[in-house]
Structures are given as C-alpha cells and as structure tokens.
C-alpha cells in the first residue's frame, strides 16, 4: 500500500478508496472497517431463536444479514443481484457467518 494514496474517506461508512496511478493504467482499492457491523449482526442473532416465525403469519419475511456496503458492491458484480442469483448468496452468507442475523441455516 505503499503507492497508493487516498482517494476518498467516508466517515459514516468507515470506507476509504485508495488509488494507484501507473504508466498505462490506474488501480483502485476499497477498504471498510466491519467491526461494528459485525457485532450489530452478532446482537441481531442472539435475539433471533428457532421457530420464531412459526404460527406468525403475518411475519413472511427475515432479515438475514448485514453486509457493508463496499462487500455488497463487490457481491453485486461477481453473483449478480440476490433476486437473481440466491444460491451464490447463500452460499456466501453461510461461508460468512459474521454478517448473518439469523440462526437458521439459509
């Protein structure tokens, strides 16, 4: 990271853009601090519990994660949308438990 400087800084994000300007081409990298992210989903998580939607029919849909938006983005260009492409989705929540806030397996 030595030759890249800083772009841009987001502080309600926690994101920064760096970028790297070279003789025939630029290179940008985008960094965003999760921790608090994380721990949000970890608190969301132990409020949930199994079967909490049973018998609620009024309750169709869950939340089931908290991805930062620098993660969304790069989600975004390599699955797809979720609506189009939920099994990759899925498969990379369970892979990534940290930014799930439901217990159930998706």
């Known amino acids: 990271m030595d030759d890249f400087k800083l772009a841009s800084a987001d502080a309600q994000t926690l ?3 760096f ?3 070279g003789d025939k ?3 940008i990298i ?6 608090h992210i994380q721990e949000y989903a970890k608190a969301l998580r132990k409020e949930t519990y199994h079967g909490q939607m049973i018998g609620n029919t009024q309750r169709h849909m869950e ?3 908290e ?3 620098t993660v969304f983005h790069h989600l975004v ?3 797809g949308p979720a609506s189009q492409n939920p099994k990759a989705w899925r498969k990379w929540l369970n892979e990534h438990p940290d930014f799930k806030t ?3 397996e998706l």
């Open 77 to 79: 260009a390599k699955y």
């Open 30 to 35: 985008q960094r965003q601090e999760t921790g």
């Open 102 to 104: 439901s217990v159930r």
């Open 19 to 21: 970028l790297k300007i």
């Open 15 to 17: 994101s920064q853009s």
């Open 67 to 69: 991805i930062p938006i």
């Open 25 to 27: 081409m630029a290179e």
């Open 63 to 65: 939340h089931v994660a």
